[in-house]
């Protein structure tokens, strides 16, 4: 017998809004998209690497932008509804050398996403490539209902 749920579970509805109010404030706090204010003008006082979260049907895609980051400078953790990236970026200066300007320096960031799926955290690939830090995030499978046979003994 095939049955159908009409309602939505109250766990799938507070998902949804809690996913909305993480986009709300994604959006303040990220003046690109808050505004029509230039981003350049605040890219070097952003607390965090500018990211994208993509999907397709099997994993969720987690793009974040490390120019002159190093991978042993990173740090990823991820559990089943959420992923922490976060590194330092350091910059050496030759003891001989005199600073004439300086506009980049070392930078502490930290980046934590609320994914919308639950994920497989040991099946999590990374990797750092011209600055741009891809991980793949594989999506937990559902339980899936199969028909038994039942025979006569």
């Known amino acids: 017998m095939n049955t159908r749920t009409i309602l939505t579970p109250a766990t799938t509805a507070m998902d949804s809004l809690r996913h909305e109010f993480d986009r709300l ?13 230039p981003t350049r003008l605040f890219d070097s006082m952003r607390p965090h690497p500018a990211a994208n979260l ?3 049907d099997d994993n969720l895609y987690f793009e974040a932008e490390l120019p002159g980051v190093a991978p042993e400078n990173l740090d990823v953790n991820a559990s089943d509804h959420s992923l922490n990236v976060s590194g330092t970026r350091t910059l050496d200066i030759p003891d001989e050398a005199t600073t004439l300007r300086r506009e980049r320096s070392t930078v502490t960031f930290e980046r934590t996403m609320r994914l919308p799926v639950a994920i497989e955290p040991d099946a999590i690939d990374a990797r750092l490539e011209g600055g741009i830090l891809t991980i793949t ?3 937990v499978r559902p339980a899936r209902t199969r028909r038994i046979a039942v025979r006569e003994a």
Request: no cysteine; net charge negative.
């Open 54 to 56: 993509l999907e397709d």
């Open 137 to 139: 995030l594989p999506k």
């Open 25 to 37: 404030f994604d959006r303040v706090t990220t003046p690109g998209l808050a505004s029509a204010w």
